[in-house]
């Protein structure tokens, strides 16, 4: 019994890679009646061919971005392969971050990756004086603002040229933009020592960007701004929150308003689907006479 069983996995080994290296994929979609048979020959993995063919097929435009992909039995036929194996294609496209799942719908075709909504980063002042934030008017506030007290972790200390475990008063924004529905996060650090030096500050650290700007520069700062960005994968409650697809990262802004002395004053941070958003700046030439180096 024990030869018979080896001798019986080898000849489905041998059958199972066969299958592998000569994949017959006819087009028998709907749309695509009387279309010529396409064959695979490829190494590797069942289920990793049936991905590339659908990769294939999304990359060329026949499979259309933000359209539902045919149903696991349509692919079943399509491929001539098994239910296990059009599940395991699909779960590593949507690894790839090709394929959005949407509970109850179906399975959809991402989208092409034009982003839907533009964040200039500029600062500005209008004529009267006050700092204005381009485009600040097209984001609604989702939800009241939270405010709370907090300190300075191994992340945010450096970037406020402090010591970590400092206390700071922090306020969370979650804002919609209600054009597109693009959603961000938002969060403002105010240390409290910079906080009781300008008592309005303290009195309301949920104030919008622009005006804790002018409260520091009543204060008689002089301010100037760096910012970086780094995209990273998303934590599950900010996946949530902002409504990220699957595989998709988010762009994480940091940004430091800095004051007299290039001291830094306060810390902004955003974050957004990168799917959804690009970040446009304006540049200009620096004076060497006046450059500032970030800390």
Known sequence: MKGYAVRAQVLMLTSDAARATSLQLPYDHDDHEGAEMTEIQRPGALYQQVAAAIREAILSGEFA????????????????VSRPTVRNAIAALRAEGLIEVRHG???FVRSDGQPTVTLDR?????PEGRFAMPNGTVWDEAEAPSVYRTHTTKDTAPLLALNEEEALFGCDRFLVDRATGARTMQRTLIPFEIAESVPKLAEAPDRAPASIYAL???AGHELWWSETVRARM??????????LPDAT???HLARVTHGTDDRPLILEELRVGADRAELAYRISPDDPTTRHTPT
Not at 234 to 243: I, K, Q, S, V
């Open 65 to 80: 971005p933000e359209t539902l992909l045919p149903s696991e039995a349509q692919l079943m036929a399509r491929y001539k």
């Open 122 to 126: 500029r600062v500005g002042r209008t």
């Open 216 to 218: 520091l520069a009543e």
């Open 105 to 107: 719908k179906g399975s």
């Open 249 to 251: 990262p988010l762009l």
């Open 234 to 243: 998303p934590l599950p409650d900010e996946r949530a929150a902002l409504r």
